[in-house]
T-cell receptor, first 112, second 114 residues
Framework: EAGVAQSPRYKIIEKRQSVAFWCNPI?????LYWYQQILGQGPKLLIQ????????DSQLPKDRFSAERLKGVDSTLKIQPAKLEDSAVYLC??????????FGQGTRLTVV | KNQVEQSPQSLIILEGKNCTLQ??????????LRWYKQDTGRGPVSLTI?????NTKSNGRYTATLDADTKQSSLHITASQLSDSASYIC?????????????FGTGTLLAVQP
């Protein structure tokens, strides 16, 4: 089966600019996660969707980060405006019920 | 507080040697525990997943154990290879009714040297 697809793989932007990441989960997976992974650390959950509804966005910096999941399938994560500390790898994952989560390759964001 | 702690933080071993990575958790209610391997610049890939009733699970040269009473897990790597160099992340799923939450450890960075 096809895995979780993310794009772009890499992105370099200047601080205060905007950026958007895209994720296509595995077909049929109701749960979709966005994680932020800073170098040398474990992934930190930003937002979790169940179909197209948000079930956990407690750690999402809502003043600059936003995410949506159109029709319960694809998802986009946006940062506006970006700060230097947003430099990280942004991972998207999907799962079917309580089974294991499958991760995409991630988008490496560098803010200069 | 729901936490997952891993040790050691980093480890260097020679090719062909065995090693064991540790994971302690305080997550409740517990659903399952997973070990992921994350190569540099790539997303995590699942190695094993264990539920409450499972004590051990193997995937090739990787063997995971789970002691649900003491809330400890270990990942044993046998006859290490250079390609085993990666970060190994322990993830515990916290049950939440219709939705579950993944609690991540910070990972153990393993370097296998020739």
């Amino acid at each position: 089966e096809a895995g979780v697809a993310q794009s772009p793989r890499y992105k370099i932007i200047e601080k205060r600019q905007s950026v958007a990441f895209w994720c296509n989960p595995i077909s049929g997976h109701a749960t979709l996660y966005w994680y932020q992974q800073i170098l040398g650390q474990g992934p930190k959950l930003l937002i979790q969707f169940q179909n197209n509804g948000v079930v956990d966005d407690s750690q999402l910096p809502k003043d600059r980060f936003s995410a949506e999941r159109l029709k319960g399938v694809d998802s986009t994560l946006k940062i506006q405006p970006a700060k230097l500390e947003d430099s990280a790898v942004y991972l998207c994952a999907s799962s079917l019920g309580q089974l294991e989560a499958f991760f995409g390759q991630g988008t490496r964001l560098t803010v200069v | 507080k729901n936490q997952v702690e891993q040790s050691p933080q980093s480890l260097i071993i020679l090719e062909g040697k065995n090693c064991t990575l540790q994971c302690n958790y305080t997550v409740s209610p517990f659903s399952n525990l997973r070990w992921y391997k994350q190569d540099t610049g790539r997303g995590p890939v699942s190695l094993t997943i264990m539920t409450f009733s499972e004590n051990t699970k193997s995937n090739g040269r990787y063997t995971a154990t789970l002691d649900a009473d003491t809330k400890q897990s270990s990942l044993h790597i046998t006859a290490s290879q250079l390609s085993d160099s990666a970060s190994y992340i322990c993830v515990v799923t916290r049950s939440g009714g219709a939705t579950n939450k993944l609690i991540f450890g910070t990972g153990t960075l393993l370097a296998v040297q020739p």
